[in-house]
């Protein structure tokens, strides 16, 4: 149940935090826009807002998919608003179907009703004193369940936008304006004051005087840099860096930039320190001036963005990864670059892909990335054994694992763990975090990274890996898939050729015996007469047959090339008309044809292409039935078209009607004869030719097979595979 609660919303402390919160966090604090976006994106969503809401509006602070109607306004009645709920709970809030929610709420919300969501997953952002002042939210327009990883990712996030205090706030010079205290006349502005306020802000703060000499540094900026004191000496020199990795002076931190230039300066800063995590935090800077303009000193603000950086680098890690697996055409070619992404993503140091091999059902290793330089001494390609180690427990559980220091582990305990632990420690390694590769519900393999160093945010690089590992698991099938499709063909033109050449040679004396039998009919009885015939003409339908197999397999190898003339279409087709009256059926056939057409082709290919679709009509139609034959020139191309009014073919099974040995299930239950080759030879000859070939519906009952040809001849032979 939604609550709104009005003494929550209207509380005059909330309030104050609210407006400050929008005269500091507004105009990009952090790049709200590109939060908001990140966070779209991490969980899937169209929408995600990052708003305030006081007792009356609620203000947007950052927007990605806002529909159109409102993405230019910077505020709404409260009406309009999920905030509300989520600062009056003060906890993750969420909907699966807002329209069918039996809280009416929801049910009758704008935010539905007008804009179209159905589902929400809310989360409070909080100011420095832990108040709720408005949430960070993302929307979809469907019906959506929300998973658990989905629900921290959004509070990692969240956590990341704690509102910055109004110390720093700038006047409208640039730079921290006494007035802001004194609009509050009753505040006992006093150097201890103004010390006991910054102690206990979430932000880390340091300050310093005109000569540059730090004056200040708060106890979350001492945390934040591991320093002791409060000078520069305690500062190692390689322990602040640009985001590029170049070591900065302690002149060119965002704090001595501001007192020398006297602009303020808004920068991220990287602090590293030897066995610790590399933190990352956005830096505001700016110079403190006295009443007549005197530059005092400057300050700095500090924020840990460290996992709001994470989380966006790991969206570029995700675009990278893709398309490395978009060049690449095996798992093994893919491994090295990806893995080499992904480390680099994380600033660990080695990471290798296990796949199970189909034939063995070993998870066997099929690449990695090293980035230590150190000699591999049995660190990597070895073969996991299932329940035992990192890998092979992701193995066995399908689950995620997560060790922060592997020598400490009282899990890892038999003589190969130990083995493996010992290898790992000798090369610094001493976190590990493995997750599974799937497709689906299937387990397709194992993703394994080490890190030097403890991390400390084992749920959000799950998630984030996870990603990484489904990226996987969509390219291994894939490749797997296009293998199997390959190997099937293989198999399906290895049969072809087989049993085309191993029935002629059989076939070729039995016609031969059966022909000269008949020859001798007229001595013979009439039940020998009878049996002989039989012989013959089942013989005759198995050579056609076989003479079709090895057709197929010699067009699809390239062997057998197009004997390209100048035909005359229309005196084909006609011949093949005349042929079939002549077999004595009752036909019905309407011919629509040109006096003549004139293309270059093989015409003994393409009288066997009109000869099999012309049967097909004939056969599968009722006796006497039209079966209607029409040619023409259109542009460039020549149109043939076959319809029949008989049983047609099921729409579910047209695309597989020209695969080989395919029969309709239509055909099949009425007994009708066949062996599934015919179209198959039609849509292979007119390809080689550069044609088309189609099946389409004539309703009400029957089918239209329709030939498009190239007036000008067939392009340069290629194999049809």
């Not at 044809?593 to 066997?608: E, H, V």
């Amino acid at each position: 149940m939604m609550v709104v609660d009005e003494a929550v919303l209207g509380d005059p402390v909330r309030l104050a935090a609210v407006h400050q919160a929008l005269r500091t966090m507004s105009g990009g604090f952090a790049r709200l826009d590109d939060v908001a976006t990140l966070a779209a994106r991490l969980i899937e969503t169209p929408v995600a807002v990052i708003t305030l809401v006081d007792n009356d509006d609620v203000h947007f602070l950052g927007s990605h998919g806002l529909p159109d109607q409102i993405s230019h306004l910077k505020k709404l009645p409260l009406a309009y608003s999920v905030c509300k709920f989520v600062v009056c709970a003060d906890h993750l809030i969420m909907a699966q179907d807002m329209l069918d929610d039996p809280d009416e709420r929801l049910a009758e919300h704008p935010v539905a009703n007008e804009f179209g969501m159905r589902a929400f997953l809310s989360v409070p952002i909080r100011d420095h004193l832990d108040r709720p002042i408005g949430s960070l939210t993302v929307f979809d327009r469907r019906p959506r369940a929300w998973s658990d990883p989905q629900c921290d990712t959004l509070m990692t996030i969240a956590a990341t936008m704690l509102a910055p205090d109004s110390v720093t706030r700038p006047g409208p010079s640039g730079v921290p304006a006494a007035g802001d205290l004194n609009d509050m006349p009753d505040l006992p502005v006093d150097t201890e004051f103004l010390r006991g306020m910054v102690r206990n802000l979430d932000a880390g703060v340091m300050a310093c005087d005109a000569e540059g000499r730090v004056v200040y540094i708060s106890r979350v900026m001492r945390e934040m840099r591991g320093m002791s004191g409060q000078g520069t000496a305690t500062i190692e020199p390689t322990m602040l860096t640009a985001p590029d990795n170049r070591p900065l002076a302690w002149e060119q931190t965002p704090m001595m930039r501001a007192l020398a230039s006297g602009d303020v300066i808004t920068d991220d800063v990287y602090v590293r320190r030897a066995g610790q995590r590399m933190q990352v935090f956005h830096t505001i800077a700016r110079p403190i001036a006295a009443a007549d303009g005197t530059i005092r000193g400057a300050v700095a603000v500090a924020h840990d963005v460290t996992a709001l950086r994470r989380v966006e680098r790991f969206r570029n890690c995700h675009l990278a990864v893709e398309h490395i697996l978009q060049k690449a055409a095996t798992p093994a070619e893919a491994a090295p670059e990806a893995l080499r992404a992904l480390t680099v993503t994380l600033g660990w140091p080695a990471a290798e892909l296990y796949l199970i091999d189909d034939a063995t059902g070993l998870l066997l290793p099929v690449g990695h990335w090293d980035a230590s330089g150190l000699e591999a001494d049995g660190f990597f390609g070895h073969v996991p054994i299932r329940g035992q180690g990192i890998t092979g427990r992701v193995w066995e559980s399908g689950r995620a694992i997560w060790e922060p220091d592997i020598s400490l582990s009282t899990e890892l305990r038999t003589s190969h763990e130990r083995e493996r632990v010992e290898i790992c420690l000798s090369r610094g390694v001493r976190t590990a975090l493995a997750v599974p590769v799937r497709d689906g519900n299937s387990l397709l393999g194992v993703l394994t990274c080490y890190a030097g160093t403890q991390e400390f945010e084992p749920d959000l690089l799950t998630v984030l890996l996870d990603g990484v590992a489904a990226q996987f698991g969509v390219f291994v099938a894939q490749c797997r898939a296009e293998e199997l499709s390959r190997q099937l063909a293989r198999a399906q033109s290895d049969f072809v050729d087989l049993v085309g050449h191993e029935l002629r040679t059989p076939l070729t004396a039995i016609t031969a015996n059966a022909t000269l039998l008949e020859e001798e009919a007229a001595t013979l009885d009439p039940d020998v007469r009878q049996m002989t015939q039989v012989i013959a003409r089942n013989a005759g339908n198995l050579q056609r047959i076989a003479n079709t197999l090895l057709d197929l397999a010699g067009l699809d190898s390239g062997h057998l090339v197009l004997d390209v003339q100048e035909v005359d279409l229309a005196a084909l087709v006609t011949s093949v008309i005349t042929a079939a009256c002549r077999d004595g059926e009752r036909l019905t056939l309407v011919s629509e044809l040109p006096r003549s057409l004139i293309i270059a082709a093989d015409g003994t290919r393409l009288r066997q292409v009109i000869d099999d679709i012309l049967s097909n009509a004939v056969r599968y139609s009722p006796p006497g039935a039209p079966v209607h034959i029409t040619l023409r020139a259109d542009g460039s191309m020549a149109d043939l078209c076959i319809a029949d009014v008989g049983i047609g073919t099921p729409a579910a099974e047209r695309a597989r009607v020209f695969d080989r040995f395919f029969r309709g299930s239509n055909v099949r239950h009425q007994g009708t004869s066949g062996s599934g080759l015919g179209l198959s030879l039609a849509r292979a000859i007119v390809l080689l030719h550069g044609g088309t070939i189609r099946l389409d519906e004539n309703r009400p009952s029957g089918t239209i097979v329709c030939v498009r040809l190239p007036l000008s001849g067939p392009p340069p032979a290629t194999p049809i595979i």
